[in-house]
Nanobody, 124 residues
Framework: QLQLVESGGGLVQPGGSLRLSCAASGNTLDYYTIAWFRQAPGKEREGVLCISRTGGRTNYADSVKGRFTISRDNAKNTVYLQMNSLKPEDTGLYYC?????????????????WGQGTQVTVSS
C-alpha cells in the first residue's frame, strides 16, 4: 500500500521560501497523479497544485500563481512543492495526496492516499 510522508514545513518570514517534499513508499509514484492541498485553521482543505501521471500541471489556487511550483522526481519517488514569496495567508497544514486517475482532480474526495501533513507558518 502506498504511504506518503511530507516534510520541509516550518516557520518562515513573509517573503521567504520553503520547499516541501512528499516521499512515497510501497509503490512507485509513476502510477499516480499527485496533488498538494492545504488547510488553514477554521477553513476547509483546498487544492493548491497538482501534477498528473502524464506530467500536466494544474493550479487550483489563484493566490499561489507565479509563486508556487510543483515538480516530481520519479527516480527519488518524491514530489516537491516549491513555495516562494510566502505570505501570512499561506499559513496552514500542507498535505500531499495521490490518485490513480490519469488527470488532476480538484476535490478532496478524488484522492485515495494522503500524508499526515506538514505545518507551514508564515509570520514575522
Amino acid at each position: 500500500q502506498l504511504q506518503l510522508v511530507e516534510s520541509g514545513g516550518g516557520l518562515v518570514q513573509p517573503g521567504g521560501s520553503l520547499r516541501l517534499s512528499c516521499a512515497a513508499s510501497g509503490n512507485t509514484l509513476d502510477y499516480y497523479t499527485i496533488a498538494w492541498f492545504r488547510q488553514a485553521p477554521g477553513k476547509e482543505r483546498e487544492g493548491v497544485l497538482c501534477i498528473s501521471r502524464t506530467g500536466g500541471r494544474t493550479n487550483y489556487a489563484d493566490s499561489v500563481k507565479g509563486r508556487f511550483t510543483i515538480s516530481r522526481d520519479n527516480a527519488k519517488n518524491t514530489v516537491y512543492l516549491q513555495m516562494n514569496s510566502l505570505k501570512p495567508e499561506d499559513t496552514g497544514l500542507y498535505y500531499c495526496a495521490t490518485t490513480g486517475y490519469y488527470y488532476c482532480r480538484s476535490s478532496v474526495e478524488g484522492y485515495e492516499y494522503w500524508g499526515q501533513g506538514t505545518q507551514v507558518t508564515v509570520s514575522s
